[in-house]
């Protein structure tokens, strides 16, 4: 064996030596779903914190260049950790996120609005519901992609944990990522790539706007239902879908090009060489200048009623699409949070003790005092207290 490899191999052994103690329980990695023993000592090595203070608004709230010379574009490291999510991507690539891709939830919310000017509400509602089920509330540490620097490095203890998690808020039916189904969930998807761009050619004249936001996100639906037996979409995934398919022209368009007619949508979309930069290079486009304004995915409801469809999933064969009554939908927003709480967090943490319990009622707390209320819609959700009331 030529020696370069010799100590390659002796470096890996030193090193997985070391990942049984220092990487069994890595601090961002989420604890949902562990059992009562494994909780006890994950909780024991690690360092608990309180949950950060929700940041407020931005100060200085208008555009400005966010491609700044103290924000330069540099690719991840190998052990820098990327996800499902272009607009998070990006923020690390240009060190507005910690570039190691693990970040506390009041560093996304910052940085959210910071880069992209996400108003403030929207910005905390995303962070929290993620966090909850994707974060370690001991540490407040959430990774924006894979459970551990380690994964497809080295074995690791089968935990859940950061975004790719599939099914608690990634999901499917996204418009550049592969259903978990059929395999790789999180990184851009060649084929669904080139749809995209050719859904904004032919039915935006190049760019991205409401109407191809429309189209695509019915066509990925429909994509799903007939290929992929296991397709869920019930809420969460099935309101982030709607969501993100309005996030490229809210928020990835230049700041400096005036608003359209209705606010839906800026100019004439997003142009495919831009989109290009964000969804394939994880980039700002050069001397990018974040949105006017403090900015909500406008649009959702339309994209919705463009081709309605119920929230429901695939029985175990294509095709077999079946609504879920039970499920949050544009009619029953409420349920959307109840069944967050009650299936998909208990779930994952069916009875927590200490701190734990202490820190996920902290955050449960934040999440529901940003619980949007949709257009057109005026109930009230009634605060859940799975875990108590957090403490004064
Ligand atoms: C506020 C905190 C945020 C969190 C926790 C978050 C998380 C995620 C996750 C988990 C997904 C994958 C969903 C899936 O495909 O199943 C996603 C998709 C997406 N996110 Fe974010 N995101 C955040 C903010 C943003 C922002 C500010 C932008 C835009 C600037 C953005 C743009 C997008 C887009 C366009 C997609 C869809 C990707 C696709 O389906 O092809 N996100 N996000
Ligand atoms: C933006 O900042 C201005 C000036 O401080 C303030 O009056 C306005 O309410 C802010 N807008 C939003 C949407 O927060
Ligand atoms: C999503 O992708 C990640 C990374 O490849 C993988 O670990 C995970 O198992 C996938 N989820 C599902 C349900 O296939
Ligand atoms: C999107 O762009 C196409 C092509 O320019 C245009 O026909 C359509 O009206 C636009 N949609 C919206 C909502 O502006
Ligand atoms: C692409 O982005 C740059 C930087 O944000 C902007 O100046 C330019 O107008 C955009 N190009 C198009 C065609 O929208
Ligand atoms: C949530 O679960 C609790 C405990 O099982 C139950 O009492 C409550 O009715 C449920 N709430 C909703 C809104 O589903």
């Not at 910071?114 to 966090?131: C, H, K, L, S």
């Amino acid at each position: 064996m030529r020696p370069r490899y010799q100590s390659l191999i002796a470096s890996l052994a030193l090193l997985s030596s070391f990942t049984d103690i220092a990487f069994a329980f890595p601090p961002y990695q989420s604890l949902g779903g562990l059992s009562e023993h494994e909780l006890r000592n994950a909780v024991r090595a690690l360092d608990p914190t309180l949950p950060g203070i929700p940041p407020g608004p931005l100060k200085n709230n208008g555009t400005k260049l966010v491609y700044d010379w103290l924000h330069p574009f540099l690719p991840p490291g190998p052990l820098d950790i990327r996800g499902p999510c272009p607009g998070l991507n990006t923020l690390a690539n240009h060190g507005h996120l910690p570039r190691n891709g693990i970040a506390t939830p009041a560093q996304i919310i910052n940085a959210v609005m910071e880069g992209f000017n996400m108003e403030v509400g929207t910005a905390r509602f995303v962070t929290y519901a993620a966090f909850v089920v994707d974060g370690n509330p001991i540490t407040d540490l959430l990774s924006i992609g894979r459970k551990s620097i380690l994964t497809g490095v080295l074995p690791e203890p089968a935990i859940v944990g950061g975004l790719n998690t599939h099914g608690v808020f990634e999901g499917d039916a996204s418009t550049t990522r592969l259903d978990a189904y059929f395999g790789d969930n999180f990184s851009l998807n060649d084929d669904l790539w080139n749809q995209y761009i050719e859904y904004s050619n032919r039915l935006g004249d190049g760019y991205y706007n409401l109407t191809v936001a429309q189209e695509l996100r019915h066509r990925r639906n429909t994509q799903s239902i007939a290929e992929n037996p296991e397709f869920d979409f019930t809420s969460p995934r099935y309101f982030t879908a709607f969501a993100e398919s309005t996030f490229p022209y809210v928020f990835f368009i230049d700041g400096r090009v005036p608003i359209g007619p209705g606010g839906l949508g800026v100019g004439r979309g997003l142009h495919v060489s831009n989109a290009t930069s964000f969804f394939k290079d994880n980039r700002f486009p050069k001397d990018f200048w974040r949105p006017p304004t403090p900015s909500v995915p406008t649009g959702i409801v339309q994209v919705f009623t463009a081709h309605p469809i119920p929230p429901g999933r695939n029985q175990g064969a294509v095709n077999t699409y079946t609504p879920d009554p039970t499920s949050g939908s544009f009619t029953n927003f409420c349920a959307l949070y109840y069944n967050f709480l009650n299936i998909t967090l208990n779930r994952l943490y069916p009875n927590p003790t200490g701190i734990l319990r202490r820190n996920l009622a902290i955050n449960l707390r934040y999440l529901y005092e940003n619980l949007p209320s949709l257009p057109g819609q005026t109930d009230t959700c009634t605060e859940l207290f799975p875990y108590g009331q957090p403490p004064v």
